[in-house]
């Protein structure tokens, strides 16, 4: 993906304007952001992720770790 400096508006809107103006570079890095999001994000995998975190602060507040 294209990374904008932190806090530098121009060159956030110069990535911007990169992608208005490229097709193939915002197709791409479309794809490959709906690809990770999917791959990072599977609903099970976050089911699993929240099933941890509850346990894990029901065992701290029990006092067991």
Known sequence: GYLA???????????IKLLMNNDKLR???SANARKLASEEFDQRREIVS????YKDVIRA????F
Do not use: N, P, Q, Y
């Open 50 to 53: 929240f099933e941890k975190l």
């Open 5 to 15: 400096k932190h806090a530098d508006v121009v060159d956030f809107s110069h990535g």
């Open 27 to 29: 197709e791409t890095l």
């Open 61 to 64: 507040k029990a006092g067991i």
